[in-house]
Nanobody
């Protein structure tokens, strides 16, 4: 059974940095696109960053120049380096990925990791 597990969230002061990880485990043949989403209290879940198999990336305007998405295909892991954090970055951050488990492709979500930016 395929699982995505996020880690690295926490409490940080404005201007600080955090690095989130998203590790895929289970019977994995291949991983396609990997995304980071976030959902703040009372708001809809929004797409933050995307990375393709070939490591092409795209970002929400609100995080461009501050966040960097990357992946290590050998470790089945994606990362989100978050710098110059702002209070409005406070949210639960979720990893999403398209994964082939040897039989078919399916879309998976992690359980989320809380990021709180506050002084």
């Amino acid at each position: 059974q395929v699982q995505l597990v996020e880690s690295g969230g926490g409490l940080v002061q404005p201007g600080g940095s955090l690095r989130l990880s998203c590790a895929a485990s289970g019977s994995i043949s291949s991983i396609g696109r990997m995304d980071w989403y976030r959902q703040a209290p009372g708001k809809q879940r929004e797409l933050v960053a995307v990375i393709t198999v070939g490591s092409s990336t795209n970002y929400a305007d609100s995080v461009k120049g501050r966040f960097t998405i990357s992946r290590d295909n050998a470790k089945n892991t994606a990362y989100l380096q978050m710098n110059s954090l702002k209070p409005e970055d406070t949210a639960v951050y979720y990893c999403n990925a398209n994964i082939q488990d040897g039989r078919q492709w399916a879309n998976y979500w992690g359980q989320g990791t809380q990021v709180t930016v506050s002084s």
